[in-house]
């Protein structure tokens, strides 16, 4: 999007069919990573934070939540037909979020793709 206004972006997002690529949002295991990055952590401090279990599978922080309802005011524009999405839980409420309030929402087809995901060995 560098160079260009939101406006000439979603113009050359209509004018014909598109694949649209969109990372998950901030989870809130990248809410604590970063928090624990602006201090002075010690590498204790931060394996602690690779194995916390409830951050294996993160939900979306409010951040990401915040992040996806801006996406939205594209995303509600576009013509939207299928989103493949990997069935991680930042991943779905990514796609949950930015896409709940398109028109179009009910017929939206979301199929599950295992193979988006990355492997998972910490959180």
Sequence with gaps: MEGKSNKEYLE???????????RHANSQFNYEDTA???KDYTDEEY?????KDEL???PLSQLGIDQCLEAQQIANKLTVEVILVSPLRRTLETAYHTFKEHSNF????????PNLREAIDTT
């Design 12 to 22: 050359e997002l209509l004018s014909g069919s598109q694949v649209l690529l969109q």
């Design 36 to 38: 624990l990055k602006e």
């Design 47 to 51: 394996k602690v934070l690779r194995i």
């Design 56 to 58: 294996r599978d993160a």
């Design 106 to 113: 009910e017929n939206i087809e979301f199929i599950l793709t």
